[in-house]
């Protein structure tokens, strides 16, 4: 190609799309994981001393990583390449994240995130739901976009900081909960519910199972190991219900324990 013929080609931004086609609530999804991959980025489990550009970066994977899977799988463009919307909203997003990591102590932190988790989990899986229906695959492989959808973006962010992928250690459900999420929409749509009855009945479904399950503590059981044989901790932070009664540790791993030389070890207020 020519330097003229390139000079001559048109330059736009692409095309903005917020309605039709759950661009809505693909773009929700997309802004909300955006926001989780940022405050994740900031975890002590996960914070590897990265640069404000690297936190940003990794709100950026949260949020789009999940939906670019998603559409490599059906042999598509990324709509997050198409539409400027998706990664103008989630660099937002990643920029706010960063921002309000530490802006109210640990504990809102951690609480803002594991909501903000709950909230986009099962919108990310209806939509991967919806573009399988689209694609005219069959149950299980919707089912499989139901999951690859909401799950990728935390799986990139995951394997950049050297922690073990959430989908595969002991956790509230997470892939439990997209998968629910994916089902109920099936079955909705099956009946003949409309799309929008089918997300509504779906996400609440799916966001009040994640919400109990954090909040009560519910955990995928451990495979079984042989007798005598001890479990060590891995060094990953317990949250929400399950911080009742933990050791020191465990609150240290939070950020919640303050060394005191003088008078030991105290925990820190909320709010600090």
């Known amino acids: 190609m020519t330097a003229s013929v390139l000079l001559a080609s048109p330059i736009h931004l692409g095309e903005w799309k917020f309605f039709g086609s759950f661009a809505a609530l693909n773009l929700i999804a997309a802004t909300t994981n955006a926001l989780n991959g940022a405050l994740l980025a900031r975890r002590p489990d996960h914070y590897r001393n990265f640069t404000v550009v690297g936190v940003i970066l990794m709100g950026l994977l949260g949020g789009l990583g999940g939906g670019i899977t998603r559409d490599v799988l059906l042999d598509k463009i990324p709509t997050a390449l198409t539409d400027p919307a998706f990664i103008l909203f989630s660099l937002a997003a990643g920029i706010a994240g960063y921002r309000i990591a530490f802006k109210k102590g640990q504990l809102y932190r951690e609480g803002l995130f594991q909501f903000m988790t709950a909230f986009s989990l099962p919108w990310y899986a209806i939509v991967g739901a919806q573009a399988g229906e689209m694609a005219h695959l069959p149950v299980l492989g919707v089912l499989a976009l139901a999951v690859v959808g909401p799950t990728a973006g935390r799986y990139y962010i995951d394997i950049t ?96 324990l303050v060394e005191n030389p003088d008078k030991g070890p105290a925990v820190r207020p909320v709010g600090s």
Do not use: M
């Open 161 to 256: 900081s050297g922690v073990p992928p959430k989908q595969f250690i002991r956790g509230e459900w997470f892939v439990t909960t997209a998968l629910l999420t994916g089902a109920v929409w099936v079955i909705c749509d099956a009946a003949g519910l409309n799309a929008w009855w089918s997300a509504g009945i779906s996400f609440v479904i799916g966001f009040t199972f994640r919400i109990l399950a954090l909040y009560r503590g519910w955990e995928e059981p451990l495979a079984k190991e042989p007798t005598g044989v001890y479990q060590h901790s891995d060094g990953r932070p317990l949250l929400g219900r399950k911080l009742a009664g933990k050791s020191q540790r465990e609150l240290k791993d939070l950020g919640l």
